[in-house]
């Protein structure tokens, strides 16, 4: 099992940043890939980004591209988010995930995922 808890979530301005970060516990001897999910509210969750084992792959949903950054800390078992100029419509629940893989890319789609945190709130007032 791994357990996964995001944090830096908040209420910004548009054009602000946050950096949101998923710290992994649990069965993290090995490093795997991790994903930044979101789900805003009547919508379903959508990827955002993903990270590979190693870091040195990342992918981006179309949205965020250029605005967003994924990476990874190993050494502390956890994965960032920097968002930057962000919109109103980036206001979601964000959800980090990985499964216990040894694939050296990453993972686009929900239904890869295993392990799942259970979100931070990010909200971006116009």
């Known amino acids: 099992q791994v357990q996964l808890v995001e944090s830096g979530g908040g209420l910004v301005q548009a054009g602000d940043s946050l950096r949101l970060s998923c710290a992994a516990s649990?069965?993290?001897?090995?490093?795997?890939?991790m994903g930044w999910f979101r789900q805003a509210p009547g919508k379903e969750r959508e990827f955002v980004a993903a990270?590979?084992?190693?870091?040195?792959?990342?992918g981006y949903a179309d949205a965020v591209k250029g605005r967003f950054t994924i990476s990874r800390d190993n050494a502390k078992n956890t994965v960032y988010l920097q968002m930057n100029s962000l919109k109103p419509e980036d206001t979601a629940v964000y959800y980090c995930?990985?499964?216990?893989?040894?694939?050296?890319?990453?993972?686009?789609?929900?239904?890869?995922?295993?392990?799942w945190g259970r979100g931070t709130q990010v909200t971006v007032s116009s």
């Open positions: 990270i590979s084992r190693s870091g040195g792959s990342t």
């Open positions: 995930a990985t499964r216990d893989s040894y694939y050296s890319g990453y993972y686009t789609k929900d239904h890869e995922y295993a392990f």
């Open positions: 649990g069965r993290t001897s090995s490093s795997y890939p």
